[in-house]
Each structure stands twice: as structure tokens, then as C-alpha cells.
């Protein structure tokens, strides 16, 4: 499940702006909800996406190939991307964070095999030293129901990319 801490600062706008009270928000955090908008994001923690577990690979976190999205952070000289390219023998998407990285700077990849209408989150996976960071790598496919996007994490908040595929 994502963490308050994931949702967009929009979001939250969004939240306030509804009027929740403060008793009601209270009780959908201690339940374990979170409000996203229009598709439902169910986290799988970045175990779940290492190993070779739910299809995905672990791939080095100097990867790089072709970028599909990307969202270029100017004023801290970085950049979260969805990269693709091939990987053992098969087309596979990841995400990226680079540049001027941060210690404690994530990324983590979302997933879809819906078209949007729910979302896998495999990651976040931290910077610790603050090297360029990948999220474990998942196939490509022809069906446009399966999308990817990149999101990641640094001073200025919560960054994504528009999904692709």
C-alpha cells in the first residue's frame, strides 16, 4: 500500500479541498487506505520485485538505454526516467533516477496491466551514497493495456512520469 508520504501534493490539495474531517481522515490512514485519484496503486515492496519475483529482474544500477518518458528536474540536476531496452535477450522497461543524486533519493517503477485502472508499485529503491539508482526491470509487451511509468522521490517532492507504452 502506498504511504501518505506517496501521494502527489495535487492529492492532497485535492483531499483538503473535500473537506474531509479531521476524525474521517484519521480513520482512512489507521484503516490503511490511501487516496490516489482514478487508478489504485497496490505497493509491492521492492522484495517483491527482486530475485526474479512477479516476472521482474534485478539489472545494474549503471543501466541505461533508450528513454521512453522522463521528467528532468533543472533545479537539482536530476532526471527520472522510464528507460527500455534489451536485457538477457528480452525487451524490458525499468526506471531510472540520475544526475545529481541525492543520499536517501528513490525511484521505483509502476506497472500496469489494465490499461491504469490499478497499478503495481515495485520499489521504492534508495540511493544511499548518492549513485544513480534502477528499480528492478519487468518485460515489455505488445498489449497496450501493459504500461510503465517512473516516479521518484527527491527534495522537492514526488516526481512521475506519464505512462508509457
Excluded at 528536474?73 to 527520472?80: A, H, V, Y
Aim: charged share 20%; proline share 2%; with cysteine.
Amino acid at each position: 500500500m502506498i504511504s501518505w508520504n506517496r501521494v502527489t501534493s495535487a492529492a492532497r490539495r485535492s483531499v483538503r479541498g473535500r473537506a474531509l474531517s479531521t476524525a474521517a481522515a484519521a480513520a482512512l490512514l489507521a484503516g490503511g487506505m490511501t487516496l490516489l485519484g482514478p487508478a489504485g496503486s497496490a505497493q509491492a515492496a521492492a522484495s517483491d520485485c527482486e530475485g526474479g519475483r512477479n516476472g521482474f529482474i534485478d539489472i545494474s544500477d549503471n543501466a541505461y538505454d533508450t528513454a521512453a518518458r522522463q521528467v528532468t528536474l533543472w533545479s537539482e540536476g536530476i532526471n527520472i526516467s522510464v528507460q527500455y531496452g534489451n536485457i538477457r535477450g528480452v525487451q524490458r522497461g525499468w526506471a531510472l533516477i540520475a544526475g545529481d543524486v541525492q543520499p536517501g533519493n528513490q525511484v521505483w517503477l509502476d506497472w500496469t496491466r489494465d490499461g491504469g485502472r490499478t497499478w503495481i508499485q515495485c520499489g521504492p529503491f534508495t540511493s544511499r551514497g548518492g549513485e544513480n539508482k534502477t528499480s528492478a526491470a519487468q518485460r515489455t509487451s505488445t498489449d497496450a493495456n501493459w504500461k510503465f511509468r517512473a516516479c521518484g522521490s527527491t527534495r522537492s517532492g514526488i516526481h512521475c512520469t506519464d505512462p508509457w507504452w
